[in-house]
């Protein structure tokens, strides 16, 4: 299953039938159990069954995995062992078991050879699901992707209407002050100096509209983190892409009417006034 191992060992061959009882544990096993102290090289019985047998050696420690849904949280103490160590009847009287299969080819090709394994070994057992690992993975984050991808859609459409809405309501702003531009230049006012003039203002607007934005976003984003895992409350990424967007929007709306006043006879729009 490519656990990552974060101390000792996983099994080889030599752990099989006839070895000294070997066991892999989780980091949940390793605090709870063990009590934090070094896993690796100690002891441990798992059932009152066992007091007859050799203890088990931890020789491993490997990442907690969440094997119940990505929205479970906790993740109890768990231990590892060879299959050829263990007896796995009474797996298969209590319930239910899952059994994972790693081919090197396609996995759907094994699978009559594997109900021919599992009745070989169990009789009267049967394989009720047969599904691959990226089929059952899919399958348990179906929803959360769904859930994704709709709130991505319905992001990206108030981010394109919140850059249709800033566009407009500046370029209309500034095209409101053309007689404004229009006795600027013809008092002296050099092209430069007006563009910087009106582009600052509106630059100033949404410097001041991102401030309140960002605040706004980094309170809502604790309440999308409950909806879609994996969601992060410091995504800088996006925090600085969405304001640099609906800015640059912003700074196009005050440019382009300005420049287009800029060039216009002052004369002509004061006449016009």
Known sequence: MRLRLLDGRLFTRRDGTGAPPVVVVNETFAREVIGGAAAVG????????????????????????????????????????????????????HGPAVVAARTTGDPLTAVPFLREAVAEARPGASVATVMTMDARLSSAVAQLRFYAVLIGGFAALAILLAAFGVYG????????????????????????????????????????????????????????????????????????????????????????????????EPMEVLRFE
């Open 169 to 264: 309501l500046l370029s209309y702003t500034v095209a409101q002050r053309r007689g404004e531009i229009a006795i600027r230049m013809a008092l002296g006012a050099q092209r430069g100096d007006v563009l910087a003039l009106v582009v600052g203002q509106g630059a100033a607007l949404v410097a001041a509209g991102a401030v309140v934005g960002l605040a706004a976003a980094a309170a809502s984003s604790r309440v999308l983190e409950s909806f879609v895992y994996g969601t992060a409350t410091d995504d800088r990424l996006t925090f600085v892409a969405a304001p640099l967007a609906l800015a640059a929007a912003a700074l196009f709306a005050c440019y382009v009417p300005a420049r287009g006043a800029t060039r216009i």
């Open 42 to 93: 100690r002891r441990v019985r798992f059932l009152d069954a066992d007091s007859d047998r050799e203890p088990w050696e931890v020789i491993g420690v490997v990442a907690d995995v969440t094997y119940r849904g990505l929205a479970v949280t906790g993740v109890r103490p768990e231990a590892f062992a060879p299959v050829q160590q263990i007896d796995v009847a009474p797996v298969f009287e």
